[in-house]
């Protein structure tokens, strides 16, 4: 069989390693999305947790209350900071996941016509091979058929 050679290999490089560059960049903006809504929730839970600390506390005195004044205004400011930064993330890997998309597509489809280049390159050997086999059944049969009217001519036209 011969050696099976894609012409757009070269091409097809090329975009997987485009695919393998923009999916590296995808998993960072994924990761630094995760970080911020991991900060939120922790923020979300510090304020909880403090809550929950003051109604176990039996000393409710104006100290206490200014502080959870403070708490509850400064992290809610923290969160507020946070959704925007959420958001900027977000969109940031949606970006990078439309991206990857394309490039994930723009390969498939280089991909898909290797597939079909292999599909007729083994349909071509299988062609010629059966050209190959039908030609030399055809000399086989040529010569015993010659062997055959060689021997009746020796022996006077008797069947063999």
Known sequence: MKRFVF???KLLEIRQKKEDQQKIALARASGA??????KLEAVK???????EQIKKSSQMDIQ???RLDYYGWHSKRIESDLQKE????KNAMEKELALYTKYRQEKRAVEILK????????????REEQQ???ELSQMIFHKKKEYADNQREEK???EV
Do not use: C, N, S
Not at 33 to 38: A, D, M, N
Not at 86 to 89: A, F, M, S, T, V
């Open 86 to 89: 959420i958001e900027k993330k």
């Open 64 to 66: 206490t209350l200014r």
């Open 115 to 126: 597939e079909k280049a292999w599909k007729a390159h083994v349909e071509a050997e299988m």
């Open 156 to 158: 006077g036209g008797e």
């Open 33 to 38: 999305y995760q970080r911020e809504v991991r």
């Open 132 to 134: 190959t086999l039908d």
């Open 45 to 51: 839970e510090h304020e909880a947790h403090l809550r």
């Open 7 to 9: 012409p757009l290999q």
